[in-house]
């Protein structure tokens, strides 16, 4: 059973806000990914990391940061939200080398107004 | 470079009827395939991986897939369907054994179960 938390799990704010999504996992993976779902679509891409302190965007461009600085812990911050913001947020971690399988948390449904 | 293509955006079945949802991907290397389910408001699970050993993998809740190198497929099946199986799949592709290389999903498909 994977053990990966992301919280919140529902988010509505006014634009403009800084917010932080969270996502932590206590199964020691060094790699962990953010997604960006659209309802109905595919995952996009839009964060990885491969370890404490390592960090790179991925195929799909996002005003969102990320930092790691624990292993535990891949938090994902957007400094000014805007309604374009709108979507569901996946974390995941990686069994990798092991087993290449990705884990993925409950998801953060993010509105902006 | 890997990508995948799945074919049909929305499945529908009858219950108890045979579920085939289909996936074919492109690699460049010897690849390593998934199938995962994503339930209403929750994150993707896995049913089920190739990774270069038996063709015919078996997963949970009753699927299975097969790797077809010749026809560059990895479609997933169910004998029989049950209300339970309404979900979203997405079949996935990741280039091997590489650490270095990252799991590309496909577009999902969204599977419905007819009463």
């Known amino acids: 059973e994977a053990d990966i938390y992301q919280t919140p799990r529902y988010l509505v704010i006014g634009t403009g806000k800084k917010i932080t999504l969270e996502c932590s996992q206590t199964?020691?993976?060094?790699?962990m990914y953010w997604y960006q779902q659209d309802p109905g679509m595919e995952l996009h891409l839009i964060h990885y990391?491969?370890?404490?302190?390592?960090?790179e965007k991925g195929d799909l461009s996002s005003e969102s940061t990320v930092s790691r600085i624990r292993t535990e812990h891949f938090p994902l911050t957007l400094e000014s939200a805007r309604p374009s913001h709108t979507s569901q947020y996946l974390c995941?971690?990686?069994?990798?080398?092991?087993?290449?399988?990705?884990?993925f948390g409950p998801g953060t449904r993010l509105t902006v107004l | 470079a890997q990508s995948v293509t799945q074919l049909g955006s929305h499945v529908s079945v009858s219950e108890g009827a045979l579920v085939l949802l289909r996936c074919n991907y492109s690699?460049?290397?010897?690849?390593?395939l998934f199938w995962y389910v994503q339930y209403p408001n929750q994150g993707l699970q896995l049913l089920l991986k190739?990774?270069?050993?038996?063709?015919l993998v078996k997963g949970i809740n009753g699927f299975e897939a097969e790797f077809k190198k010749s026809e560059t497929s990895f479609h997933l099946t169910k004998p029989s369907a049950h209300m339970s199986d309404a979900a979203e799949y997405f079949c996935?592709?990741?280039?091997?054994?590489?650490?270095?290389?990252?799991?590309?999903f496909g577009s999902g498909t969204r599977l419905s179960i007819r009463p």
């Open positions: 990391s491969y370890g404490v302190n390592s960090t």
């Open positions: 996935a592709v990741k280039g091997g054994s590489s650490s270095a290389s990252k799991i590309i």
């Open positions: 199964m020691g993976h060094d790699k």
């Open positions: 995941a971690s990686e069994d990798s080398p092991y087993s290449d399988t990705q884990y």
């Open positions: 690699s460049s290397v010897p690849p390593y």
């Open positions: 190739y990774t270069s050993a038996a063709t």
